[in-house]
């Protein structure tokens, strides 16, 4: 079956950093994905690992396991714009997996 | 470069009427889905199509639902008498023939009286 976990709410303080995480079991991977998604609004593209390791990306990173089944986005130095839901999406073959998405309340 | 476009961006309709769903992809890309996001929820996969095809429609209701996306315009998701379980924000995403990032559309939010 098709699975992807992820934490439904967290809460940080501006400044800080902010570690989400997600797990995944799917029937194909042809990559891992995350998605910034403001209330209302469209997800917009933070990030894509096929590869295991970090990837780097100005206040984000992107870390993947696949032989574990695990990714985490790493967001530094907290904004209050970043209050916002963050979503795991596995490609699986020819389509996007989505988790539920965790919503991220930055706190002043 | 314009993204993903949809319209309506809001679209309301009586129980047992159509709603049309369009969508442009960005220009180049070939590749088409269609997503639908409940209050509250993840974004679930519906349909993927590339021109004149589809390739999987394996999140698709089985009744009242079609797409397409046609040789020339936009690609249409079409639900026929619509119920108040339709109501949710639907959303396009296109990507381009050698990349597997989806780049979506601002969506379509159907409420259904």
């Known amino acids: 079956g098709q699975n992807i976990d992820q934490p439904t709410e967290m809460t940080a303080t501006e400044g800080a950093i902010v570690q989400i995480n997600c797990t995944y079991q799917?029937?194909?991977?042809?990559?891992l994905f995350w998605y910034q998604q403001h209330a209302g609004e469209a997800p917009t593209f933070l990030s894509y690992?096929?590869?295991?390791g970090l990837e780097e990306k100005g206040r984000f990173s992107s870390f993947l396991s696949r032989s574990k089944g695990y990714s985490y986005l790493l967001l530094k130095e907290l904004q209050m714009k970043d209050s916002a839901s963050y979503l795991c999406?596995?490609?699986?073959?020819?389509?996007?997996?989505f988790g539920t998405g965790t919503r991220l309340q930055v706190f002043p | 470069n314009a993204g993903v476009m949809q319209n309506p961006r809001h679209l309301v309709r009586r129980r047992g009427q159509e709603a049309r769903l369009r969508c442009s992809p960005v220009?180049?890309?070939?590749?088409v889905y269609w997503y639908r996001q409940l209050p509250e929820e993840g974004l679930k996969f519906m349909v993927y199509?590339?021109?004149?095809?589809?390739?999987?429609e394996s999140g698709m209701p089985k009744e009242r639902f079609s797409a397409e996306f046609p040789k020339e315009g936009p690609s249409i998701l079409r639900i026929q008498q619509v119920v108040r379980g339709d109501s949710a924000a639907y959303f396009c995403?296109?990507?381009?023939?050698?990349?597997?990032?989806?780049?979506f559309g601002p969506g379509t939010r159907l409420t259904v009286l």
């Open positions: 999406a596995v490609s699986d073959t020819d389509k996007l997996i």
């Open positions: 995403a296109s990507s381009p023939l050698d990349t597997d990032t989806r780049y």
């Open positions: 799917t029937s194909g991977f042809n990559g």
């Open positions: 220009k180049g890309h070939s590749h």
């Open positions: 690992n096929v590869l295991d």
């Open positions: 199509l590339q021109k004149e095809n589809i390739i999987d």
